[in-house]
RNA sequence: GCCCGCGUAGCUCAAUUUGGCAGAGCAGGGGACUCUUAAUCCCAAGGUUCACGGUUCGAGUCCGUGCGCGGGCACCA
């Protein structure tokens, strides 16, 4: 019989403080946890009247203030000791002196430890030094840390531990909280942009019947009052485009997109997808919507419009290169191709290569079901994609408004699944009855956000801007 | 699912090439220090080298299996 190798947190915490599995640096805090118990000095405070931001302190010299924070450097130097304090706006900091605070209030200071939540009360002063620091009165512990922070110059490198502990990545990297500020102000200025010229944001169901919108195997789930199975979204396009028909003439959603495949640093199986549909619009509309949001979002990122993603030069400057799929592959590999075989050469020799930003115009109908046809070539279909480092980030039409056309593709894709593709489109004719009371001339739009503010923010990995990324699960507690 | 790489103290990294006592900095403990800011100085401590098995007199190092992470491929018509 094998003795558990560590025990997991949150047991019998008196057994802990002596627990040899546990590092020293923990079972030091927690025995001085219950030291500060005993002393009854209480390590959790219920909460703390913050006057003031590290930020707005500092620009208060000679007034009283009392901020608050984790406490995340220490530079101790007998009578008088220095600190620093973060919080969310920024870091100050600290000065506690001897002959100011009284022995047993300057003792306490010395014994708190970093990663501890503390308050800070007193005066904005500037050091000998020029550093704008508060003089302290009063150092409430409002927080007593148990573990240690990582490493305070090097900051947490581990990219495990970064995306399983976020909140140590967001604690010890700076720059990492400044890509999910980033990230948010980018959607906000989406959304900001798109408000303004008369679109309605709406919510539209996650859980569906049918997995429809895209190509793409879906994640299942079972409802057990209906007792049958529902499908995560893989797109938010159909019902979008019901309520185009329903007479919502701008409409967008910005919402959780889930797709059953494999995880790599450009996909994860949840991701944050923007459509947008106009009535009365074309996919020449939606190119110059895209060029407009494209600018929006890297002004919202502070990302100058020329800029470098990895490395790599690239010009957010619209109007952006527009050119056919057929002309490309055309251009690069000689073959005037259509249909799937077109589509297998751009996306393997062709889209690697576009680096500045490109619409890619007309794509093959096989491909495209919910797409309208061109009017002079019927093979193709009005669509575009946005490709921009040789990645995809947006995806357009010219809807297909004819319901007798939209029936005839469906059954195409049935006869594609029947024949054995998995992810081919699934007949949706609730869908095709919407469509037959009449759906105007539209454009739609649909931008991966996470890829857009992996290239505004100049980040390698999805996971990077995400902040819960999908892991397999940890090997064990620690 | 397949291929390649990686896994050493709480954190950041050495030692792996060529098998020979597992080391440093930060953090933590003890001490000195009233203008430091990667504070400094002195002392002591801290390890199941991801896990399990194998080869060997001897394994962090070599081999096998598993787990996790990273990258590539497949999937993403």
């Keep these: 019989m094998e ?123 500037t050091t000998k030094k020029g550093e704008v620091s508060v003089d302290l009165d009063r150092v409430p512990l409002l927080s007593k840390s148990l573990r240690p922070l990582p490493e305070k110059w090097h900051g947490l490198k581990d990219v495990e531990t970064r995306y399983r502990q976020r909140y140590l990545d967001l604690i010890s990297n700076p720059e990492s909280r400044a890509v999910f500020e980033k990230r948010t102000r980018v959607i906000g200025a989406v959304r900001r942009l798109l408000d303004e010229r008369g679109f309605l944001e709406v919510e539209t169901p996650i859980l569906h019947d049918i997995a429809s919108g895209g190509h793409a195997r879906p994640f299942t789930t079972h409802y057990n009052a209906l007792d049958r199975d529902f499908f995560l979204r893989i797109a938010l396009e159909l019902h979008l485009k019901r309520l185009i028909v329903g007479g919502v003439e701008r409409v967008y959603e910005i919402g959780r997109t889930f ?149 005839e593709r469906f059954e195409q894709q049935a006869a594609a699944r029947a024949a054995g593709f998995e992810e081919a489109h699934p007949f949706d004719e609730d869908f095709v009855t919407a469509m037959e009371y009449g759906m105007p001339p539209t454009g739609g739009l649909g931008i991966g956000i996470d890829r857009v503010v992996m290239l505004l923010t100049d980040q390698p990995a999805i996971r990077d801007v995400l902040l819960f990324p999908q892991l397999k699960e940890a090997p064990r507690q620690g």
């Design 3 to 125: 003795r558990p190798l560590r025990r997991q947190p949150g047991q019998d915490p008196h057994g802990q403080l002596s627990d040899p599995d546990l590092p020293a640096v923990i079972r030091d805090r927690r025995e001085k946890l219950r030291r500060l118990r005993e002393a009854g000095v209480e390590p959790y405070a219920r909460s703390f009247e913050r006057t003031h931001t590290t930020a707005q302190a500092r620009a208060l010299l000679g007034e009283r203030v009392q901020v608050a924070g984790r406490l995340v450097a220490r530079r101790g130097m007998g009578g008088m000791a220095f600190a620093d304090l973060q919080d969310g706006a920024g870091r100050i900091q600290l000065v506690a002196r001897r002959d100011r605070l009284g022995e047993a209030a300057h003792a306490a200071f010395l014994d708190l430890d970093l990663g501890d939540i503390v308050g800070a009360e007193g005066t904005v002063f």
């Design 259 to 407: 797709r059953n495949e494999g995880i790599s640093p450009r996909h994860n199986p949840e991701f944050t997808m923007l459509e947008v549909y106009q009535a009365y619009a074309t996919y020449e509309d939606m190119m110059r919507l895209t060029e407009d949001i494209i600018v929006a979002a890297a002004e919202a990122a502070g990302t100058s419009l020329t800029t470098s993603y990895q490395g790599e030069d690239i010009d957010f400057t619209p109007p952006y290169r527009r050119e056919t799929m057929r002309d490309l592959v055309l251009e690069l590999t000689g073959r005037d191709l259509a249909g799937n075989e077109l589509d297998d050469a751009f996306e393997t020799e062709v889209q690697p290569q576009l680096r500045q930003p490109t619409f890619v115009l007309d794509y093959p109908v096989e491909i495209s079901p919910l797409a309208r046809r061109r009017a002079d070539d019927p093979r193709f279909v009005e669509r575009f994609e946005l490709i921009i480092a040789g990645r995809e980030h947006a995806n357009a039409f010219t809807e297909l408004t004819d319901p007798i056309d939209q029936r």
